[in-house]
């Protein structure tokens, strides 16, 4: 009967530190940055499903860092109950030994999705009366019409590339991306 852990973070700027460390009793750890909601396979989820064995019991410090959504729970679960392998949710207090925590883990599963969708449609909603009020989104420009006229000229008379990326304090990329078509002129 081993404890075996899992944490998982959205993206790479994020830390998986706080959930390590919750973790540290657990006689192993698959840890992973990757999107919950991403199309892409959560490989460590898989491996550390894999290994898991009967009597083990996983341990996640959220439900959220566990699974997408309640059909991804519910199925993460029953993988878990062929295996015999309890789930233990640290920070809601769940353990689906018992079967008050079987309630429970669905029960706030289908909750998470629930406000994890509002949150979507709120956001939707507020970009699309951003946009309606004419917000732009996206970084700004890096150099006006006038300057980009003004780089495919200096680029017609001659003007390096690295001398370009200099006066404009841009990439090599930016600049030719700037250029567009006078962009052809050999560097």
């Known amino acids: 009967m081993s404890s075996i852990g899992y944490a998982r973070v959205s993206s790479y700027g994020q830390s998986l530190?706080?959930?390590?460390?919750?973790?540290?009793?657990?006689?192993?750890?698959?840890?992973?940055?990757?999107?919950?909601r991403s199309t892409d396979k959560r490989e460590q989820l898989a491996l550390c499903l894999d290994y898991v064995r009967d009597g083990?019991?996983?341990?996640?410090?959220?439900?959220?860092?566990?699974?997408?959504?309640?059909?991804?729970?519910?199925?993460?679960?029953?993988?878990?109950?062929?295996k015999q392998v309890k789930l233990n949710v640290l920070d809601?207090?769940?353990?689906?030994?018992?079967?008050?925590?079987?309630?429970?883990v669905t029960?706030?599963?289908?909750?998470?999705?629930?406000?994890?969708?509002?949150?979507?449609?709120?956001?939707?909603?507020?970009?699309?009366?951003?946009?309606?009020?004419?917000?732009?989104?996206?970084?700004?420009?890096?150099?006006?019409?006038?300057?980009?006229?003004?780089?495919?000229q200096k680029r017609t008379d001659g003007l390096l590339i690295k001398d370009l990326m200099t006066h404009y304090g841009l990439s090599k990329a930016s600049v030719y991306r700037a250029l567009g078509a006078g962009g052809d002129v050999p560097a």
């Open 107 to 152: 029960l706030l599963g289908s909750i998470a999705e629930f406000e994890n969708d509002l949150r979507r449609d709120r956001q939707m909603d507020g970009i699309s009366h951003a946009r309606k009020s004419g917000v732009k989104f996206g970084r700004k420009k890096s150099l006006t019409d006038t300057q980009v006229v003004e780089m495919r």
């Open 56 to 82: 083990d019991t996983l341990v996640v410090t959220k439900l959220d860092r566990l699974a997408r959504s309640t059909r991804d729970l519910l199925n993460i679960l029953n993988a878990l109950e062929k």
């Open 17 to 36: 530190d706080v959930q390590l460390e919750k973790l540290n009793h657990c006689d192993r750890v698959f840890k992973e940055k990757q999107s919950g």
């Open 92 to 104: 809601q207090q769940i353990d689906t030994s018992t079967p008050s925590g079987r309630l429970l």
